[in-house]
């Protein structure tokens, strides 16, 4: 807006006039401001509630559907410092024996201990070179060459180095040099672990996998010789150690891993030490259930409270958008305190967060008719279970839709109950199962339905997400044309005012004139 001075002639305040006269179309721009404002404010307040339901659609809900959620299984070992075991869905509740009679090992190599050619030998150094240690010369250069797997193999990792080559860059060359099959020429892509310590002077070679599959030997060259890769025994110990599978009985059956650990029937077992007489116990993990429902219920209920939360709170329309010129009159803390106040109360009332809370409140009321251990049909509901929500009159309002499970110790309203889903559990898993699937599946299909793209939202969205930006481009066309209104009138006025004070101007010089000529004439 260009600066205009006005009322030089008149004395009036020409600016505060048409600001009064203009007003009304001032709070028509700040009125489609404060709405646009708090329209975002609301889909942001969408965004992360969406994100939530989404999640746990997407998470537990779905994972609930399945048998998987609830065939939980563990096991427990007689000796847990020689064998550890991850239990698997499809590991049969039994007990087993386990004898660990050998464990994995990776092949290691300490070279000898090596000097510089020449009668003052030196320790070399990572600078060293091949030529200074003898183990290249001139434009012959040397290799390495170790053999891969056990005696059958034709596999190798072959090395060729240069006179001019450094210790450094050999070690380099042997990291990367992938092993190939001499009988195919083709790359079967293993490698090895190498190291020089320049405080003891020696290689350090080692299988980067256990197992004799991936061990490795050394093969007869010059090049070997002079860096000290090859195997020696003194005093009965020797330098180097062949890779070895590790070797279990279970049930009296022979099994082999280049690992130490095996998969078998369902079992993850690890081989920590060598022992023999172990008992495998492995039964159905109640506890393992119990968590899933449990899990289910809180992240439920946490929904249910912030549905409650946002639907119960005073209306946002109970307190108007702050102008620039109200927040200036303000201190921070009273904007920020204000402004919370109309985001806390966006959704009061929503129709959609009623639609959906109602929805799943009436499915969690739901019986199921399912079929106990016995063949029995019977009706089941969440209370079958010992879980039901609290008192509707001793219950805070927020709190009226949450879920609480009896015996549940962590939840103070029924800890002290029997614990009815625990027992159920140890004696009828199958109608446990069955129950909670089937309310995970009606429970996720009525979210999948609330969730459909429409025209109005997009797929996996439970407010009308569309229909808002487009509300939000809406308002930038009405604001942009409030704000062109607001400044023609202005521009209106302005040249109003303009008029008069050009005509004033002209009467005050005329008037001047005529009193400069009756004084001029005495």
């Known amino acids: 807006m260009p600066i205009r001075i006005t009322g030089m002639n008149s004395g009036l305040d020409t600016e505060s006039i048409i600001t009064a006269l203009t007003q009304k179309k001032k709070d028509k721009v700040d009125t489609f401001t404060g709405d646009q404002k708090k329209l975002t404010w609301k889909q942001d307040k969408w965004k992360e509630l969406n994100k939530k339901v989404v999640s746990f659609y997407n998470g537990t809900l779905s994972n609930m559907r399945f048998a998987s959620a609830y065939v939980k299984k563990t096991t427990t070992s007689s000796n847990a410092n020689a064998a550890t075991v991850i239990t698997g869905d499809s590991a049969m509740n039994t007990t087993q024996s386990l004898d660990i009679t050998k464990l994995a090992k990776a092949a290691y190599l300490t070279g000898k201990e090596l000097k510089t050619v020449g009668e003052n030998g030196k320790r070399p150094t990572m600078s060293t070179t091949m030529e200074e240690l003898g183990a290249a010369t001139g434009e012959e250069g040397g290799q390495l060459k170790f053999k891969i797997g056990g005696s059958e193999s034709h596999e190798y990792i072959t090395v060729d180095i240069a006179a001019s080559d450094t210790i450094e860059n050999v070690l380099s060359k042997l990291r990367s040099t992938k092993s190939i099959d001499e009988t195919t020429g083709l790359s079967t892509g293993k490698t090895l672990n190498a190291n020089f310590d320049e405080g003891t002077g020696r290689f ?48 009296g059956v022979k099994y082999e891993s280049n690992s130490n650990t095996f998969q078998i029937n369902g079992l ?27 899990k289910m219920i809180k992240e439920y209920n946490d929904l249910m409270k912030e549905f409650a939360t ?86 805070e309002d927020n709190e009226r839709d ?9 939840d103070s309203v029924s800890s002290g109950n029997t614990d009815l889903l625990s027992g159920m559990i140890a004696n009828d898993p199958d109608t446990v199962q069955s129950f909670f699937s089937e309310l995970s599946k009606t429970l996720y299909n009525k979210l999948f339905d609330m969730m459909k793209g429409t025209q109005y939202s997009s797929a996996f969205t439970i407010y009308e997400d569309k229909l808002m930006a487009s509300q939000y481009s809406a308002y930038n066309t009405k604001i942009s044309d409030a704000q062109k209104a607001l400044e023609a009138a202005q521009d209106k006025y302005y040249k109003k005012f303009s008029v008069m004070e050009t005509a004033l101007s002209k009467i005050n010089s005329s008037s001047s004139s005529l009193a400069n000529f009756f004084g001029g004439g005495q």
């Open 204 to 251: 350090y070679i080692s299988s980067k996998e256990m197992g004799e599959a991936n061990s490795f030997s050394m093969e007869s060259t010059n090049a070997m010789t002079k860096l000290g890769l090859v195997e020696e025994t003194i005093e009965g110990k020797s330098n180097y150690q062949a890779g070895s599978s590790a070797e279990i009985y279970l049930n």
């Open 310 to 395: 946002l639907y119960n709170a005073d209306p946002a329309k109970k307190y108007k958008m702050l102008t620039d010129d109200q927040k200036d009159q303000m201190s921070d803390k009273e904007v920020e305190e204000w402004e919370k106040k109309i985001k806390e109360g966006l959704l009061s009332k929503d129709e959609t967060i009623g639609n959906v809370r109602n929805a799943l409140k009436e499915i969690m009321n739901q019986s199921f008719e399912i079929t106990d251990k016995n063949g029995k049909t019977s009706k089941f509901s969440l209370a079958s279970f010992g879980i039901s929500t609290g008192s509707y009159f001793s219950t």
């Open 268 to 294: 993850t077992i690890t081989a920590n030490q060598v022992a023999s007489d172990i008992t495998l116990t492995t039964k159905q993990d109640t506890s393992g259930i119990y968590d899933n429902i449990k």
């Open 402 to 410: 949450v879920f609480h499970i009896d015996g549940d110790a962590d």
